[in-house]
């Protein structure tokens, strides 16, 4: 079923729903919505887990001082 398609039926359907099965069907809508902007990519945590593995096997790491150093180059760099 295409998402076009699926949009119409749900609007064909909803002038015939109460307003407390809207508001049942908005916090539905609405955890999905949350939950998607809450999950991470596989390929995002293929990298976390990645650096992680780097981190606990003695990798080379950054201080706070030199990362906010790099940081503050990058940001100044962009701005001209």
């Known amino acids: ?3 076009a398609s699926i949009d119409k039926q749900i609007n064909n359907y909803l002038p015939q729903v109460t307003v ?3 508001k049942a069907v ?4 609405k ?3 949350e939950q998607d902007e809450n999950e991470y990519s596989e390929e995002f945590k293929k990298e976390l887990d990645s650096r992680y ?5 003695g990798g080379k790491l950054v201080s706070e001082q030199q990362a906010k150093k790099r940081i503050k180059k990058i940001i100044n ?4």
């Open 77 to 80: 760099g962009k701005s001209k």
């Open 31 to 33: 955890t999905f919505a």
């Open 53 to 57: 593995d780097e981190y606990i096997n």
């Open 1 to 3: 079923m295409q998402p």
């Open 20 to 22: 407390n099965q809207k």
């Open 26 to 29: 908005l916090t539905v809508v």
